[in-house]
């Protein structure tokens, strides 16, 4: 395996812009690794700087977030969409007959309170984009043609949003 020089980079990056800029105030780090507590020490202990973290809930080094002068812990994908994500698997596999991205929407839409439709179908865009679901066009009844949708429940059923 090839090692990855991307956390020293930036390192570097931090080290010469603080040592090069006297006039920034403040550093903001978008990262939970743990690799960046030295720098973050640094730029408060030795150059009086503030430095903000943005980390991942779950994957937020604890040392990093104590040398931060301040963090903010964003919520992950499961935390955030997980819910939603298992009312269209559930629509999927409730649908009597093949689902189409619009009949799968109106079924989460009607099932659920307060649920908004940009919400739901933003959802079903990015399970399509991770793979979870795939979209094909199919010969429906009259000739027509119709976008329809089919899971991969081997891999939902690896994932944080298979059935409990």
């Known amino acids: 395996m090839e090692k990855d020089y991307t956390d020293f980079i930036i390192l570097d990056n931090i080290y ?17 690794d743990g690799h960046f507590s030295s720098a973050t020490s640094f730029l408060k202990n ?26 903010v812990t964003l919520p992950t994908e499961e935390s955030l969409y997980g819910l939603q994500y298992r009312q269209i698997f559930a629509a999927l596999k409730k649908s009597k007959q093949i689902a189409t991205r619009k ?12 649920v908004r439709k940009a919400d739901v179908e933003s959802s079903v865009k990015r399970l399509i984009a991770d793979g979870y679901i795939t979209e094909r066009r199919l010969a429906a009844k009259g000739g027509q043609q119709a976008d329809c949708l089919f899971v991969d429940w081997d891999k939902v059923a690896q994932s944080p949003y298979g059935e409990e």
């Open 103 to 114: 009949s799968v929407i109106e079924q989460v839409c009607k099932a659920g309170r307060n």
């Open 46 to 71: 030795f150059y009086s700087k503030e430095v903000g973290i943005y980390g991942i809930q779950g994957s937020f080094s604890r040392q990093l977030q104590d040398t931060a002068s301040w963090c």
């Open 16 to 32: 010469q812009k603080a040592l090069a800029s006297q006039d920034i105030e403040a550093f903001i780090l978008f990262s939970g």
